[in-house]
């Protein structure tokens, strides 16, 4: 059986779900809205974690009414924290960029699959110091009107936004 890290938010509350739903072997980390900072404090841990229970795959996890999520999409209520500031204006500055090019009940997903993406190249780019491509990384959205785990979107489909000279 195959050891599975799940990276999520813990206002999801998905861990029961993803129990049930995955029948790998199953770790979790939380932190609001996968926005960890990677130090090395961190890292060393999560390495840690990967070493010992020799997990072969990391998964990002947000759901699609994530709260957080949908703050920095909506009143920005929680951006006076420091630790979610950097998040909000990332989400926030995506937004109008995705609003453009998707359809209204698709956008969320495109933001939360921007951002995944983003947080998926930052922990492969500093678990290569440790790791040798051993762990897949990934990331899914979780559909609670559905019950279902989807995969994001590929990144070339995640528009960031270009000037042109």
Same mark, same amino acid.
Not at 57 to 73: E, G
Not at 130 to 159: A, H, P
């Given at each position: 059986?195959h ?12 861990? &029961? ?36 229970h ?37 989400i ?41 491509? &051993? ?30 000279n």
């Amino acid at each position: 059986m195959h050891k599975t890290l799940f990276l999520l938010c813990p206002t999801d509350c998905l861990e &029961t779900v993803i129990n049930t739903k995955f029948t790998s072997e199953n770790y979790f980390y939380t932190s609001l809205a996968n926005s960890f900072v990677s130090n090395t404090k961190t890292l060393d841990q999560l390495n840690a974690l990967i070493v010992k229970h020799n997990i072969t795959k990391i998964y990002f996890v947000l759901s699609r009414n994530n709260q957080i999520i949908l703050d920095a999409i909506g009143k920005q209520t929680y951006s006076r924290f420091s630790r979610l500031k950097p998040l909000y204006e990332s989400i926030y500055k995506y937004k109008g960029n995705s609003q453009t090019m998707w359809l209204a009940e698709k956008y969320q997903d495109s933001i939360i699959s921007y951002f995944l993406n983003h947080k998926i190249k930052e922990l492969e780019q500093k678990l290569s110091y440790f790791q040798s491509g &051993t762990v897949k990384i990934d990331g899914k959205i979780y559909n609670k009107r559905e019950n279902v785990f989807n995969n994001i979107y590929s990144d070339f489909i995640c528009l960031k936004k270009h000037h042109l000279n």
